[in-house]
């Protein structure tokens, strides 16, 4: 599966945005998908993942602010990021891996190419 990113931009502190991930074939339902980020300086990290069944898991460090979401009719995967703060600034990875949630980043073989979110305080 090919995935393309984007909904990224410069913000404000506490605004909202909401993050998008696209993506090509047509068995997109089976998959696992996830967020990951990587801020200036620092590895990639995970952020958020839902499963095929539309369970969803979160790092500690978002949950409450973000939320991950899918919609299998357009091959689309979401991050909404609400109440934004500058330790969010980062350029966001969208990641897609066969049937089963993961949260380690050498577990998905899919990656888009990843949108910059800068959030000004």
């Known amino acids: 599966v090919q995935l393309q990113a984007s909904g990224g931009g410069l913000v404000q502190a506490g605004d909202s945005l909401r993050l998008s991930c696209a993506a090509s074939g047509r068995t997109f339902s089976t998959y696992a998908l996830a967020w990951f980020r990587q801020a200036p300086g620092k590895e990639r990290e995970f952020v958020a993942a839902?499963?095929?069944?539309?369970?969803?898991y979160y790092a500690d460090s978002v949950k409450g602010r973000f939320t991950i979401s899918r919609d299998n009719a357009k091959n689309t995967v979401y991050l909404q990021i609400n109440s934004l703060e500058s330790e969010d600034t980062a350029v966001y990875y969208c990641?897609?891996?066969?049937?089963?949630?993961?949260?380690?980043?050498?577990?998905?073989?899919?990656w888009g190419q990843g949108t910059l979110v800068t959030v000004s305080s």
């Open positions: 839902i499963n095929r069944y539309g369970s969803k």
């Open positions: 990641a897609a891996r066969e049937e089963y949630y993961s949260s380690t980043e050498s577990d998905f073989g899919s």
